[in-house]
Structures are given as structure tokens and as C-alpha cells.
């Protein structure tokens, strides 16, 4: 006979929730799919994961999507001064694995996970460019859990290039804080 009664293991189950660490889980999930190859069979898609380490599709942007990634971080490397740019940045959420489209983060930020493969803290800077698909609620979710791991603005470029910038405790401002000499709008 076993130790385990059905209440103990009942009262198991019921802690489980509570008693996952969702950044191990992620770790976990997103190690399994790079080391299994399994991103690889979805080369047309870019890959995230949900809580429950599901994955999570949708296609890869339009080109007009790249060129803003890219002038962002053009601009970020240029205004910012030291700290990294990171592009498909991948952050380990409470809902699951999340690729920022681009970032900034801090030296100081980034070195205690420099060899990381997915990062447990945002970096400082999180910006994302709308898609045809993209929803309201979906970037306000994805702010919202980017906040939750320590990211001081959210930038949304929408698909004229027009900035939206948001702070961690200030919600919608004109110009970003952290680089105020950001453009308002990026060119296509």
C-alpha cells in the first residue's frame, strides 16, 4: 500500500497551479523545441508558446513589419548608447513564451542572462509593430505582461509607422522617458 491518500493527492492536484514556477515550465518548453528541431518544421510561422507550453502560431509579417523592426533598432542602437537591441526577442511570461518584435535592454539588464535562451525579465524597452491581425486587446495583454516581468515602456508602430509609447506607471505618453529623442512616427 502507498503512502498517498486520495484527499493528500487530491489536495496535490488542487496545489499544482500554485505550485508551478511558469518561467522553469517555460524554460523547459522552449528548450525542448529547439533542441528537438521542432521550431524548424514551422519555418512559415512564428512560434510562441502559451502557459501550458502549447504552441502558439501565426505568419510571419509583411515586409513593411521587418523595415520598422529594423529602423527601431537602427534608432535605439543610435540613441540609446550602451545596452543591447534584440529583435524576435524571446521573454518567459506568465501566459508562456512571448517574442518581443524589438527591444532594448540594459547592460546591466542582460549580462546575469546573457546566456540565457529565453529571458526572465523584459528588457527595459518592449516594442511591438501591429499587424493586419494584431487586435487592441492582444497588445494590451502583451503589455500588460511585459510590465509584469519588469519592462518600463511598451512601444506599439502601427502600420503607417505612427509610435504609441506607454510607461509602466504613467499608461499612454507623448514621447517615450527612457529616449525621448525617438521619433513619433518611423519611415517605411
Not at 75 to 99: A, F, W
Not at 169 to 185: I, K, M, R
Request: hydrophobic share 40%; with cysteine; aromatic share 10%.
Amino acid at each position: 500500500m502507498n503512502d498517498f491518500s486520495y484527499g493528500s493527492v487530491m489536495a496535490l492536484y488542487l496545489k499544482l497551479p500554485e505550485a508551478i514556477d511558469q518561467h522553469s515550465l517555460n524554460r523547459r518548453r522552449w528548450d525542448e523545441l529547439l533542441e528537438s528541431g521542432e521550431m524548424g518544421l514551422y519555418e512559415t510561422q512564428r512560434v510562441e508558446t502559451d502557459r501550458y507550453g502549447h504552441l502558439v502560431l501565426s505568419p510571419w509579417a509583411i515586409a513593411r513589419h521587418g523595415i520598422y523592426q529594423s529602423e527601431a533598432v537602427g534608432l535605439l542602437t543610435k540613441l540609446m548608447g550602451v545596452g543591447r537591441t534584440i529583435t524576435e526577442c524571446p521573454v518567459s511570461t506568465s501566459d508562456g513564451v512571448k517574442l518581443v518584435d524589438a527591444a532594448w535592454m540594459s547592460r546591466e539588464r542582460f549580462e546575469p542572462m546573457r546566456e540565457f535562451k529565453v529571458f526572465e525579465m523584459a528588457p527595459e524597452i518592449c516594442i511591438e509593430v501591429l499587424s493586419p491581425s494584431s487586435t487592441r486587446a492582444e497588445m494590451e495583454e502583451k503589455r500588460d505582461l511585459y510590465f509584469e516581468i519588469g519592462c518600463l515602456e511598451f512601444w506599439t508602430v502601427s502600420a503607417t509607422g505612427k509610435m504609441r509609447f506607454f510607461g509602466s506607471q504613467n499608461g499612454e505618453v507623448p514621447a517615450s522617458v527612457l529616449c525621448p529623442e525617438f521619433p513619433v512616427e518611423l519611415e517605411a
